[in-house]
């Protein structure tokens, strides 16, 4: 399909995956959104897609998944779960898993910003290497290396931190 083909069938295509996002969100501010993140999906790869072929259902899938992607982006993650405050833990408890928070976040800082976006995607949203290549692009084997080794830079930071307070101690 040409991009000018795409053109002329955009805006009716729109309304469509506009009513999925309506019914996945029941908010007009976030179906817009994921309208919108479908429509630049499709134009990306509007070439690649037969033009005599429907491509409403086509539109309708992506439109979803990019529902359940937003969905999972704007959770909150489970990292607050660490506090342990709803479980009634003790002053102590909580307070060495708001240590534990603020050196895991700046481990995470050490990241560059992809490695740090893939990190997240697959260790605190718990999404697959193929969901997470299918919404960046990126392919699967990248993945995989860029993950690994970002975790393994944040073990390392994490092991470094926790020697610290020891090593002081020590002295």
């Known amino acids: 399909m040409t991009r000018s083909e795409f053109e002329h ?10 009513k999925v996002g309506l019914q996945f ?7 817009e959104d994921a309208a919108q993140e ?3 999906q499709l134009w990306r790869y509007c070439e690649q897609i037969d033009a005599s072929r429907n491509i409403e259902p086509l539109a309708i899938r992506v439109a979803k998944n990019c529902c ?3 969905y999972r982006r704007n959770r909150p993650t489970p ?7 709803e479980l009634g ?3 102590q408890e909580i307070l060495e898993a708001k240590d534990t928070q603020r050196m895991l976040e700046e481990a995470l800082d050490l990241l560059k910003p992809r490695e740090r976006q893939l990190f997240e995607m697959r260790q605190l949203e718990g999404l697959s290497v193929d969901e997470i290549s299918s919404e960046t692009g990126i392919p699967k084997p990248s ?7 970002a975790r393994k830079k944040v073990f390392t930071e994490l092991k470094r931190r926790m020697k610290q307070p020891n090593e002081r101690l020590s002295r």
């Open 25 to 31: 969100f029941g908010s007009q501010e976030d179906a």
């Open 143 to 149: 993945i995989t290396a860029m993950v690994s080794a």
């Open 89 to 91: 833990s003790s002053p």
């Open 38 to 40: 479908t429509m630049v």
């Open 79 to 85: 990292i607050p779960s660490l506090y342990g405050e």
């Open 68 to 70: 359940v992607s937003m």
């Open 9 to 18: 069938i955009a805006a009716p295509l729109r309304q469509k995956v506009l």
